[in-house]
């Protein structure tokens, strides 16, 4: 009887999520957040000419927002650290903003807007696999609500957290890429 109490409390303790998962969730996506942040900082005046161009805001607060927006993702990377509920919350709400700006003006036929999330000097135009992205960006950051396991992290967590981070990142980037020559590539496509 008493090995099978032990047994059940363990199998109690293990619930949740792994925490080697949620760090690399956690870590991941406060990079994102972060380099994001950098390519908006590193261009502000064309980053405030994109969030104008949206109209999603009006136009006396676009330039307003777009000085605010790198500071509200710097802030979220900075709460998912700690763990908590605040940065999974506020993460997920702006990827959300994100993608319903984005759905909103692919709605209006304005599929030419530069998308606003690839660095100085570097234009994208927005497009439908931009809402997927963000949408499956939001139910990662949401997925971080989950309460963590009990399971305690050791040192081979640190390399699997890293790695996976690295991992996390090729394939963001590698999509990326895929979702911005998906144009040229139709345009290939029919020229054949």
Known sequence: MRGSRSA?????????????????LRGSLGLLLVVAAAHKLGDPRRFAAVVAAYRVVPAAVARVAAAAIPLVELACAALLVPGGPAGPVLTAALLGAYAAAIGVNLRRG???LDCGCTGPGRRQPIGTWMVARNAVLV???LALLVPPSSRALVWVDAITVGA???ALAAVYAAAERLGANAPAI???RGAA
Request: hydrophobic share 45%.
């Open 164 to 166: 996976a981070m690295l």
């Open 8 to 24: 059940c409390s363990s199998r109690r303790e293990g619930r949740g999520v792994d925490p080697a998962i949620a760090l690399t």
């Open 110 to 112: 304005r599929r030419d």
């Open 186 to 188: 139709a345009r290939l």
């Open 139 to 141: 139910l990662a950051a």
